[in-house]
Every structure is written in structure tokens, then in C-alpha cells.
């Protein structure tokens, strides 16, 4: 069997943590890959659980939560998350649970270059303070990564951090912050041999493990984080970083493979957040905001700061079909439409005279073009019921809210999400 693929279509907050978590239901192994701390919210017997580091596997029993090579960790988020888990009765044993030795560790000092150096992101109006992962990125790629295959040789952790430590320094002391002393040194070691302790149960290589997984037929899930354009490659803005939020980085996954990834489920809400300036061309202003903000819960779990709403944007969705190559779609939120009644959906924009396609528009450009929508009404009328049975009993509002977005992004919608459920598209 092949790899499946689960990705955002949009800026990221698509609710993929119940998606994700539906999904592992028929999963054997679900693998977290190419991504720092993000936020996925997966609601389990009436209990949120907040992951920012653990693939959402490890809320399935059944299932083995991979984190691969290429992905970064902070040691302190970590064990946070594993003793949340421990005391809701769900400690991950060493079947469970696989961390590779290629996993990057982010550090405290990589936040506080991040800071010292001006890259702090604005949210809001507010500063965010960055966590790091830029900055480790660099350290990687000047071949001074700290690797958790590190931990397990003090030697070789000791020249690593002080090799890391010189580096930050020297940027922390052009700007006039505070060093990272010896005794800061000392501490760090420390810290790092107790979360070796906490770790060794879990680490061993991935690539093996999931090569003899496909072989074997076994149903693997690929975590996607953030969502298309919160690319650096797609677009610029102070909610961008440097992952590529693409589904193709699953191609090198070790053990997967480009070979490997068979489908690429890309999701999207049923209407449009995105936090940060820049432009949005299918925003709304007006009491629909707030209503899809209450209902929606529409704030930053990481920033606590309310997101910028719009109409679902189907030229968006094109070109990020185009991005991810994706095959199917999921929508979710679709309770918080039925809510409002009716709503609209962003189906071209217009540029002057020039319409503007979902190949070929410049991200950078779009302060400049204007949406075309349609309305789409009765859409106060869906309910659980309707998600549970056939799409030939659908109401018409329904009917119409699906068709619109599949006949215009050219793919399937195959999941919906309506509240905290997940429906198949039967």
C-alpha cells in the first residue's frame, strides 16, 4: 500500500487536528515530518489535547506515531506533551511511538537570536515571540545541527552546543544582548542529558520501519503542518517560514519515497482565516465576522489574537491544488456556515478588465485585484443527519456549497468536517 498525504490548502488553521485524527482511525503508522512546533487541536472523548510536537497518532492506540528525519523538536514542549498524555492514560510506549535520530533540536538560544536579530513576527498588531526554527534551520544547513542521535554522545553534544553557543553569541553581542555564558553551557548539558533519559525508549531509525510498512501493505499517514501559502517559496509575510508547507516534501520522507505518496487529501475550511497583514482578497468586514469568529472560535491557539475572516477562495484552492498536486479535498467547518444561513464564495478575481486564474496570479499582486463571489443559500438547513447519508439526500444548499467548490478546483471532495466530526462524502 501507498502513502496517504494530509495537508492545509490555505494559510494554515485549516482544523486539521480532527481531520488528522479521523484519518489515523484506518492508519497503521502516522508520521510527522519536515516541521517545527506547530498547532494541531484534536478533541478526544470530550477532552482538547493541544499538539504542537507529537504527531496526532499518539491519541490512537492502534496506531504508531512516527516523528522522521527533517522534522524539529523543543525539548520542553516534548516533554510537556508526553506527560499530558501520561496523565490522561495514554503514555506512548516504545512501539508507539518512534523518533528518529535525524530529528533536529531546537534551542533556547535559537530564540534568542531569532529575537536579538529583529525576525520577531507581527500578529495583530503584537509581537509573536518566534520559536527558533529559522534559526536552527541555518545551523543545520552550516552543518552545526544538534541531532537527537547527539544526545546519546556527550562528547560529541558538548562540541555541538559549544559550536552553536559561539555562533549565537557572536550575533546576541552585535546587538548588544545578553551571551550565553559557560555556566548557561553547563545547565543546557544538563537539561539535554535528562531529556536524553526521557527519549531513549523512543528512538530508533524510521526509514527501515516505514519501507517495510509499505511493503507490507500497511496503511501510513503523512502529517502535512501548516498550509500552502505560508510557503516562503509561494509568498512573503510575517506568518511565513522557511518550510516548504508543500505535499511533495513527503517524497522525502526516508523510506517513503517519491514513489511512495499515493494520494494528498488537501484541507480547507469552509470559509477563510489568515493571520498577519498582507493581502486577502475574499475578506469581510461586518456582523457575519463575528458570528463566524464565535462560532468558529477563530483566534490563534499559539497568539491568543482574533484571525482575519473571509469567503472561502476557490482561486486560492486551485492554485494550491496545482502546488500540493493533490487528489481529493477535505472541507471543514461547515456547522459555523450553517449558522450564518448563507454565504458566499469567492469564485475569480478581476484585475480591471483581466480576469485573474488560480495558475498563473503572483501572491504579491493581490492587493490589486478584487473577488468575484457567488451566494449560496439554505445553508442553515444541514445537520448531522444529512452528513450521515447519501449526497442524493443532501439539501439543496449543501448540494450547491460542494459542487460550486469542486467544479471549480477540479477535485473530489471526499471528507467534511461539521463540528468536531468528520463525515465521508458518501
Given at each position: 500500500?501507498?502513502?496517504?498525504?494530509?495537508?492545509?490548502?490555505?494559510?494554515?488553521?485549516?482544523?486539521?487536528?480532527?481531520?488528522?485524527?479521523?484519518?489515523?482511525?484506518?492508519?497503521?503508522?502516522?508520521?510527522?515530518?519536515?516541521?517545527?512546533?506547530?498547532?494541531?487541536?484534536?478533541?478526544?472523548?470530550?477532552?482538547?489535547?493541544?499538539?504542537?510536537?507529537?504527531?496526532?497518532?499518539?491519541?490512537?492506540?492502534?496506531?504508531?506515531?512516527?516523528?522522521?528525519?527533517?522534522?524539529?523538536?523543543?525539548?520542553?514542549?516534548?516533554?510537556?506533551?508526553?506527560?499530558?498524555?501520561?496523565?490522561?492514560?495514554?503514555?506512548?510506549?516504545?512501539?508507539?511511538?518512534?523518533?528518529?535520530?535525524?530529528?533536529?533540536?531546537?534551542?533556547?538560544?535559537?530564540?534568542?537570536?531569532?529575537?536579538?536579530?529583529?525576525?520577531?513576527?507581527?500578529?495583530?498588531?503584537?509581537?509573536?515571540?518566534?520559536?527558533?526554527?529559522?534559526?536552527?534551520?541555518?545551523?543545520?544547513?552550516?552543518?552545526?545541527?544538534?541531532?537527537?542521535?547527539?544526545?546519546?554522545?556527550?562528547?560529541?553534544?558538548?562540541?555541538?552546543?559549544?559550536?552553536?553557543?559561539?555562533?549565537?553569541?557572536?550575533?546576541?553581542?552585535?546587538?548588544?544582548?545578553?551571551?550565553?555564558?559557560?555556566?548557561?553551557?553547563?545547565?543546557?548539558?544538563?537539561?539535554?542529558?535528562?531529556?536524553?533519559?526521557?527519549?531513549?525508549?523512543?528512538?530508533?531509525?524510521?526509514?527501515?520501519?516505514?519501507?517495510?510498512?509499505?511493503?507490507?501493505?500497511?496503511?501510513?499517514?503523512?502529517?502535512?503542518?501548516?498550509?500552502?501559502?505560508?510557503?516562503?517559496?509561494?509568498?512573503?509575510?510575517?506568518?511565513?517560514?522557511?518550510?516548504?508547507?508543500?505535499?511533495?516534501?513527503?517524497?522525502?520522507?526516508?523510506?517513503?519515497?517519491?514513489?511512495?505518496?499515493?494520494?494528498?487529501?488537501?484541507?480547507?475550511?469552509?470559509?477563510?482565516?489568515?493571520?498577519?497583514?498582507?493581502?486577502?482578497?475574499?475578506?469581510?468586514?461586518?456582523?457575519?465576522?463575528?458570528?463566524?469568529?464565535?462560532?468558529?472560535?477563530?483566534?490563534?491557539?499559539?497568539?491568543?489574537?482574533?484571525?482575519r475572516v473571509g469567503w472561502l477562495d476557490l482561486v486560492m484552492l486551485r492554485r494550491a491544488a496545482l502546488l500540493h498536486g493533490a487528489t481529493e479535498l477535505a472541507i471543514t467547518k461547515l456547522d459555523v456556515l450553517a449558522q450564518l444561513g448563507d454565504a458566499a464564495?469567492?469564485?475569480?478575481?478581476?484585475?480591471?478588465?483581466?480576469?485573474?486564474?488560480?495558475?498563473?496570479?503572483?501572491?504579491?499582486?493581490?492587493?490589486?485585484?478584487?473577488?468575484?463571489?457567488?451566494?449560496?443559500?439554505?445553508?442553515?438547513?444541514?445537520?448531522?443527519?444529512?452528513?450521515?447519508?447519501?449526497?442524493?439526500?443532501?439539501?439543496?444548499?449543501?448540494?450547491?456549497?460542494?459542487?460550486?467548490?469542486?467544479?471549480?478546483?477540479?477535485?473530489?471532495?471526499?471528507?467534511?468536517?461539521?463540528?468536531?466530526?468528520?463525515?465521508?462524502?458518501?
Amino acid at each position: 500500500m501507498s502513502a496517504r498525504v494530509c495537508i492545509g490548502g490555505q494559510w494554515g488553521d485549516e482544523a486539521k487536528g480532527n481531520l488528522l485524527a479521523h484519518l489515523a482511525h484506518d492508519a497503521d503508522y502516522i508520521v510527522r515530518y519536515d516541521s517545527g512546533p506547530g498547532t494541531r487541536t484534536v478533541d478526544r472523548d470530550d477532552v482538547s489535547f493541544r499538539l504542537r510536537v507529537l504527531p496526532t497518532g499518539v491519541l490512537q492506540p492502534q496506531t504508531t506515531s512516527v516523528i522522521s528525519d527533517g522534522a524539529f523538536i523543543e525539548p520542553e514542549l516534548l516533554r510537556q506533551e508526553l506527560e499530558r498524555l501520561s496523565a490522561s492514560n495514554l503514555e506512548p510506549t516504545s512501539d508507539s511511538l518512534v523518533i528518529d535520530p535525524g530529528v533536529q533540536i531546537v534551542m533556547p538560544y535559537h530564540k534568542a537570536v531569532a529575537i536579538a536579530s529583529g525576525s520577531v513576527p507581527r500578529v495583530g498588531g503584537r509581537e509573536v515571540v518566534p520559536d527558533g526554527v529559522t534559526v536552527a534551520m541555518e545551523y543545520r544547513s552550516s552543518g552545526v545541527g544538534l541531532r537527537v542521535s547527539d544526545l546519546f554522545n556527550l562528547e560529541r553534544l558538548k562540541e555541538k552546543v559549544r559550536a552553536q553557543v559561539f555562533r549565537a553569541n557572536s550575533v546576541l553581542a552585535a546587538f548588544g544582548k545578553n551571551v550565553v555564558s559557560g555556566k548557561d553551557i553547563e545547565a543546557m548539558l544538563k537539561r539535554l542529558e535528562r531529556f536524553a533519559s526521557l527519549l531513549k525508549p523512543f528512538v530508533r531509525p524510521s526509514a527501515h520501519l516505514l519501507q517495510e510498512a509499505l511493503r507490507s501493505n500497511k496503511n501510513v499517514l503523512c502529517e502535512g503542518s501548516g498550509g500552502a501559502f505560508i510557503d516562503r517559496d509561494i509568498h512573503e509575510g510575517s506568518e511565513i517560514n522557511n518550510f516548504a508547507h508543500r505535499a511533495g516534501v513527503a517524497g522525502l520522507i526516508p523510506g517513503i519515497g517519491c514513489t511512495g505518496v499515493q494520494s494528498i487529501v488537501m484541507v480547507a475550511k469552509s470559509y477563510l482565516t489568515r493571520m498577519g497583514k498582507g493581502p486577502f482578497p475574499s475578506e469581510i468586514q461586518g456582523p457575519e465576522v463575528d458570528v463566524i469568529r464565535r462560532v468558529g472560535v477563530e483566534s490563534s491557539t499559539r497568539h491568543s489574537v482574533d484571525r482575519r475572516v473571509g469567503w472561502l477562495d476557490l482561486v486560492m484552492l486551485r492554485r494550491a491544488a496545482l502546488l500540493h498536486g493533490a487528489t481529493e479535498l477535505a472541507i471543514t467547518k461547515l456547522d459555523v456556515l450553517a449558522q450564518l444561513g448563507d454565504a458566499a464564495i469567492c469564485v475569480d478575481y478581476r484585475s480591471g478588465e483581466q480576469r485573474v486564474t488560480g495558475a498563473s496570479f503572483d501572491m504579491v499582486e493581490l492587493d490589486d485585484v478584487s473577488p468575484e463571489t457567488q451566494r449560496v443559500s439554505g445553508l442553515s438547513e444541514i445537520q448531522d443527519a444529512h452528513l450521515k447519508s447519501s449526497r442524493a439526500q443532501w439539501p439543496k444548499g449543501l448540494e450547491t456549497f460542494i459542487a460550486t467548490v469542486e467544479n471549480h478546483v477540479g477535485l473530489p471532495v471526499t471528507l467534511i468536517g461539521f463540528g468536531r466530526k468528520i463525515y465521508p462524502v458518501v
